[in-house]
Every structure is written in C-alpha cells, then in structure tokens.
C-alpha cells in the first residue's frame, strides 16, 4: 500500500526497487553499461520476458503465477534459450538468431 512517504536513492536500491545507485556524473556511463549488458544477450528471449511481464500485471497472483510458469516452460524452448544454455555449458560465447551483430 503506497504510504505517500518518498524515499531516497539509497532505500529504493536497499528495497531492490532499482539495481543500482550511481552519483548523477557516472549516471550516462551506468546507464549505458547496463544497456549493454542487456543488449548483449538474445532480442528473442529479451522480447518474451517483456510481453510476460506487461501480459501478467493486471493478473491476480495465481493467474500470473499460471501464466509466468506456462511461459517460462514455452520459453526454455526456444532456440536462444537452448543454444544460450550450450553456449554456457561449453563456456562459449553464444551466437543469437536474432540477426543483431554484436561485438
């Protein structure tokens, strides 16, 4: 329940409501090794996890439950997930299919 108190960078990070805190001048930089980071890995499977986050929000928590578990099962076979999951294994550097070149 929203209390109407604000609080500071360092609870919302202590409360796991942001990943990181950062002063203002490193913010850019952090911001765009975080996007990185995120880039780095399959569109696809990045794709999936968005649509199943917004898809389950206004779902009561079973319904979302239900729903999160079908997709992730859906999920785990696609050929990113299968080849990340190798590449992984093998400690290799995965190759997506989803026609981004990356460095």
């Known amino acids: ?26 913010l850019d930089s952090a911001t765009e090794a975080l996007a990185l980071k995120i880039a ?5 499977v990045i794709e999936i996890g968005k649509r199943l986050f917004y898809q389950q929000l ?12 079908e997709v992730i099962v859906r999920n785990s076979k696609h050929p990113d997930a299968l080849h990340g999951i190798q590449a992984f294994i093998e400690k290799q550097v995965p190759r997506w299919q989803d026609g981004v070149a990356r460095e």
Not at 13 to 21: F, H, I, Q, S, Y
Not at 40 to 44: G, Q
Not at 60 to 69: I, K, P, Q, R
Request: proline share 5%; no cysteine.
């Open 1 to 26: 329940m929203f209390t109407g108190r604000l609080v500071s960078a360092k609870e919302a990070e202590a409360m796991g409501l942001v990943n990181r805190v950062v002063p203002d001048d490193e």
């Open 40 to 44: 780095a890995h399959s569109l696809n």
């Open 58 to 69: 206004p779902l009561d928590d079973w319904s979302a439950l239900a729903y999160a578990t």
